[in-house]
């Protein structure tokens, strides 16, 4: 069964660094997505990506956020200026319109 | 309450009883989607249930939607120790981009 899959499935990076979140979502999916959990916490909605374009975005994704669909398959998170609060969960998940979304495993990202 | 809120937070049963998980939410929606996440892992999709749809059944789950009351319940019938898990609802209002809001989720704990 074709599921999303997203790497690394740890991070750990110091405050102010750069990360790249990594997902590969299914292969006919056409809709993208970032949420992301903070410890203890509900699931909260980063950005949704269609037809090569973000499509909605919350008030987390700010400037220091930003998606990108660089091939056919990757789709990318990336943090300019990791902060203490960035530390959390990030699940990628992917859909056919507005059908059921299917999330990947996570990757924990720990910023010290 | 904010939009999907799940209740009870807690709920332990002894397995082979039923398990029965609402939620409510505040603004029209949609769709409405159950989840489950097992601790420290990525959520998996159990149901999705349309606006125009009163009740739908896949396997063990029965999910139903009352949008006069904004309000939705999920069934789990017989249930086992490996039903132990957190259980999420989700909606999707009518938006571009499909954004959910999860609610803060049952954590269920079947005893065997």
């Known amino acids: 069964e074709p599921e999303v899959t997203q790497t690394p499935s740890h991070q750990v990076t110091q405050m102010g660094q750069e990360v790249i979140l990594r997902c590969v979502p299914i292969s006919n999916h056409l809709y993208f997505y970032w949420y992301r959990q903070i410890l203890g916490q509900k699931v909260e909605f980063l950005v949704s990506?269609?037809?090569?374009?973000?499509?909605?975005k919350s008030e987390i994704f700010d400037d220091q956020f930003s998606v990108e669909r660089p091939d056919g398959s990757n789709f990318t998170l990336k943090i300019r200026s990791t902060k203490l609060e960035d530390s959390a969960m990030y699940f990628c998940?992917?859909?056919?319109?507005?059908?059921?979304?299917?999330f990947g495993p996570g990757t924990r990202l720990t910023v010290l | 309450s904010q939009q999907g809120e799940e209740d009870p937070q807690a709920l332990s049963i002894q397995e082979g009883e039923n398990a029965t998980m609402n939620c409510s939410y505040k603004t029209s929606i949609n769709n409405l989607q159950w989840y489950r996440q097992n601790s420290g892992r990525g959520l998996v999709h159990l149901i999705l249930i349309r606006s125009n749809e009163r009740e739908k059944h896949s396997g063990r789950l029965r999910v139903t939607l009352d949008t006069s009351k904004k309000s939705s319940s999920l069934l789990i019938t017989a249930s086992r120790a490996a039903d132990t898990a957190s259980y999420f609802c989700a909606t999707a209002t009518n938006n571009a981009g499909n954004m959910l809001t999860f609610g803060g989720g049952t954590r269920l704990m079947v005893k065997p």
């Open positions: 990506f269609y037809n090569n374009e973000i499509s909605e």
């Open positions: 998940a992917s859909s056919v319109r507005s059908h059921e979304q299917f």
